[in-house]
């Protein structure tokens, strides 16, 4: 007996998201915060491109497009030097830009989305220890009521740096500290700088001495940012939690609007006055790396599995997509659809780019971010996080995947958006992201002129059966094609922008995941192929 498909500890972002994708998946879960109430901290407040698609899958972008600002892009002064600006423009296939929005209002509209689907965080509700079966966890949690015991069948910690899920599972957590403390405030800053754009002010220090940093994040309201510096030395307090992690909020005094207006009187390259200190503390950096993100039916996910610098606000967009990735294929475990070698997947894919985040933003923290030698329009991708991949998958047939190296899309890359698309029925055209929002794979069809007849629906019966039903296909007719389409829906490439971003070449199978990255490309499109494909990630009946 279980008491639920999936306990989730932690409702921050991560958990958050994780809940709500089980749910959205068809899952049961339950979700517990060891805090009696959220925090009303603007934490974490840069939200990226990818971070939005993401969420504009799930059913949410309209609630978070409302309550966001845009970040238009940067200014930045060195030792009294003005740089050049910094634009955050993204090429029009992108369908969402860089914004700015306090960590506290992403967990209101996460929260009111789960709560949708019927699960409410269960809040005062501590995790104390759990023990892992062949069958499934029995977690015990301390609740104002008492003790209860929680059968499940998996466990998803999203308990942030000082896991309890992460140390009781023994996982290596690895790394380092920077040996400096900062200062948050949530403020309003009266000063001339254009809205929407972030300020980075750098003063290096001849004696080697950390360099004294002013950073100010645009959030909504008037003039408000989210400001940070190096801490004056009488606020540091302790140098990290009971397991000795530096990371997250101090122990120290908090920040008033006396030292926040000091750095600015020091740094601002134009006289402003700090008020209206909504919120201060100061915070530790820590940079770490966990050995594992699974270990049997436990999961970790978000900064229980990587912390960083904020360089570039990376880290709970990591994580969000941390939950993100895992979701779907514990629905699919769940269902009996998938066996549990799918669930590996979730190291293997995950775990690289955690790595990846760690080591760059920690460069970046020490010597800017642009100093990896890319173009402009690469760094904005990545630091959009459009380029996270997973090439070396375990899902993915690595021979497959070696014929489509010329290509601009290659199995494992993030699905690319294009518009133009047009349908029979519909007098507007649409964009491909409006067909990849199901809550399955998606089998696209390109075909052009020369698609063999009858290919359509014997490809579709093959992949739904390889499936088991649980995949949506499209005809995506390229200029000129008159193919017929019986049982398989078909849209148009209208402007020729599916052609162009994906390199396609009629007749082609392209088959997209639940979590919008690409499954494995099939040219020419044959039924076999497709469903060997979907084999790798579906078992048989």
């Not at 974490?44 to 969420?55: I, Y």
Request: hydrophobic share 40%.
């Amino acid at each position: 007996m279980v008491d639920t498909d999936v306990l989730v500890v932690g409702a921050g972002p991560v958990g958050l998201t994780a809940a709500a994708e089980l749910r959205r998946h068809g899952a049961e879960c339950r979700i517990v915060d060891r805090l009696a109430a959220p925090h009303r901290y603007a934490k974490a407040v840069g939200v990226q491109p990818r971070t939005l698609e993401v969420w504009d899958t799930m059913g949410l972008a309209r609630q978070v497009l409302a309550e966001a600002v845009p970040m238009h892009g940067q200014l930045s002064w060195v030792d009294g030097e003005e740089k050049p600006r910094i634009e955050l423009a993204l090429p029009p296939d992108v369908p969402y830009s860089f914004a700015a929005l306090p960590q506290y209002v992403t967990e209101e509209l996460l929260t009111g989305h789960l709560e949708t689907y019927g699960t409410r965080v269960e809040r005062g509700c501590e995790l104390l220890s759990f023990e892992q079966d062949p069958d499934g966890v029995t977690a015990v949690l301390r609740t104002s009521a008492g003790t209860e015991r929680v059968r499940c069948r998996y466990l998803v910690g999203c308990d942030g740096a000082h896991s309890a899920v992460r140390k009781a599972l023994g996982l290596d957590f690895g790394g380092g500290a920077f040996g400096e403390s900062y200062m948050l405030g949530d403020v309003e800053i009266d000063w001339d700088m254009p809205s929407g754009y972030g300020v980075r002010v750098v003063r290096h220090r001849p004696d080697g001495a950390p360099d004294d940093v002013l950073v100010a994040i645009p959030l909504p309201g008037r003039n408000r940012y989210r400001m940070s510096a190096v801490a004056a030395p009488e606020l540091v307090g302790d140098a990290g939690g009971a397991d000795g992690i530096a990371h997250g909020l101090d122990a120290g005094g908090l920040p008033g609007v006396e030292h926040l207006q000091a750095v600015v009187d020091r740094l601002s390259p134009q006289p402003a006055t700090v008020s209206a200190v909504r919120w201060s503390s100061v915070f530790r950096i820590s940079h770490r790396l966990a050995g594992r993100y699974r270990q049997g039916r436990a999961f970790i996910a978000g900064d229980a599995a990587h912390i960083h610098p904020p360089t570039g606000a990376q880290g709970m967009n990591t994580g969000i997509q941390d939950a993100y990735n895992l979701a779907w294929k514990l629905a699919l475990v769940l269902r009996g659809a998938a066996g549990d070698a799918l669930l590996d997947s979730y190291d293997a894919e995950r775990r690289p780019v955690g790595e990846e985040v760690v080591g760059r933003t920690v460069r970046h923290a020490r010597a800017g971010i642009g100093t990896d030698g890319d173009s402009m329009a690469t760094l904005l991708r990545r630091e959009a996080q459009l380029l996270v991949g997973y090439p070396d998958s375990p899902l993915l047939d690595p021979a497959a995947a070696d014929g489509d190296a010329v290509l601009p899309v290659r199995p494992g890359d993030r699905a690319p958006d294009c518009r133009g698309l047009v349908q029979p029925l519909a007098t507007f055209p649409q964009r491909l992201f409006d067909l990849l929002r199901g809550p399955h794979h998606t089998l696209l069809l390109y075909l052009g002129p020369d698609a063999p007849a009858g290919l359509p629906a014997v490809c579709a019966r093959a992949g739904r059966e390889a499936a088991r039903g649980e995949l949506d296909v499209y005809a995506v007719l390229a200029p000129g094609s008159t193919a017929d389409t019986p049982g398989v829906a078909a849209v148009r490439d209208g402007l020729d922008e599916f052609r162009a971003a994906y390199g396609a070449r009629s007749p082609e199978a392209v088959l997209v995941r639940p979590d919008g990255h690409l499954a494995g490309r099939i040219h020419p499109a044959a039924p076999e192929g497709i469903a060997a494909l979907l084999r790798r990630t579906f078992t048989g009946p």
